[in-house]
């Protein structure tokens, strides 16, 4: 197997591979992106960089582990109710003791 950099990376362009990172984060990829992907990262040290600060970015603004994101879909919609009213219960009453 002799394939160049630039075959490979010409597989999928730059602005595909950041589509790419950029979908992932909203919905698991197929397996023909992903390994697509994976492949452009391992090349280009540009799109490389922007997939890590894309994860920290990411990260920032929701900063959630994945314990936290099972437990979040095993609630059911009732439950899921209640911790509302419950947050909503006790931020009511934040406000009420700030007030004061
Ligand atoms: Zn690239």
Redesign the pocket.
Known sequence: MCLSHSYL?GV???KK??ELVEKGFIQPLTLKEFLALRV??S??????N?KHYSVLLEKAIRPKTDHEHDIAYRLTDAQKEEIKLKLNQSMEDKSKNSGM
Not at 43 to 48: E, Q, T, Y
């Open positions: 990376t999928m362009n730059c591979a950041t452009h990262l090349l280009c040290s540009d799109c490389k922007y």
